[in-house]
């Protein structure tokens, strides 16, 4: 992964990242399954955000407050802190919609 201050910046450029190495094996497994059970079992806020053609962009938020797979990512303790500093932010907050 590439050294976390550089991350930052580039996420504040470019609002996205690549953090190589922050998850574990078992974390990625447990993430798709998460993300078969989104796909699977699609929220109230789920939309598809490309084209048919285009493959499968979809959105679906908070997803981590249903899906425990995701939930269970979202909390873990090297993520929130990775968020927290992309985002410059002294600590991660989850919103829950109903």
Avoid at 63 to 79: D, F, K, M, N
Wanted: aromatic content about 8%.
């Amino acid at each position: 992964m590439a050294p976390v201050h550089d991350l930052a910046a580039a996420f504040q450029a470019d609002g996205a990242v690549v953090a190589r190495g922050l998850l574990g094996p078992s974390d990625i497994a447990s993430a798709t399954r998460g993300i078969e059970r989104v796909l699977a079992e699609p929220g109230p806020l789920f939309k598809r955000a490309s084209a048919l053609h285009d493959g499968a962009f979809v959105e679906d938020f908070c997803t981590w407050s249903r899906v425990e797979e995701i939930g269970q990512l979202a909390r873990l303790p090297a993520v929130t802190a990775f968020a927290a500093h992309l985002m410059g932010a002294s600590r991660v907050r989850f919103k829950r919609y109903s």
